[in-house]
């Protein structure tokens, strides 16, 4: 400690630790310098853009209405598909640019690793956006 003691002993040694009131008092400087610097640093060109009517092109991916039903049959926009089926399904629509969405409709009753099998399947074909479709609660 930095406390003096009533030990005479060990008067002479040199004290081991550090004084923080220099260290706080530089890092309290350079934060203010800081908060009044930071301001000045954004200033940008003024520039007056040209006004034009025109809109942007926004391509909207298409969504894949993808649904399981209680029997674990997998449907791929109302169709009705095997697994080879909705695999090359999905590796043509990851070719897509944008992606489609894919929203999976699970039946309630389904078990929980048919739908992770779909899941993966789509993870596997490149396939980023996938969601879950769901009732909301009444």
């Avoid at 897509?96 to 894919?102: F, G, I, N």
């Amino acid at each position: 400690m930095a406390f003096g003691s009533f030990n005479r002993s060990g008067q002479g040694a040199p004290m081991a630790e550090i004084n923080m009131i220099p260290l706080i008092d530089v890092m309290l400087v350079l934060l203010v310098i800081f908060i009044i610097t930071a301001p000045l640093l954004t200033h940008a060109v003024k520039v007056d853009l040209p006004k034009v009517s025109s809109r942007p092109n926004i391509t909207k991916p298409d969504n894949v209405q993808l649904a399981i039903d209680a029997e674990a049959r997998v449907y791929w926009n109302g169709t009705a598909m095997d697994r080879t089926s909705w695999r090359a399904q999905m590796a043509s629509a990851a070719k897509l640019d944008p992606q489609p969405e894919v929203h999976i409709r699970a039946d309630r009753t389904v078990a929980y690793g048919k739908v992770a099998e779909v899941m993966a399947d789509a993870a596997k074909a490149g396939l980023t956006r996938i969601g879950f479709v769901s009732d909301p609660h009444e």
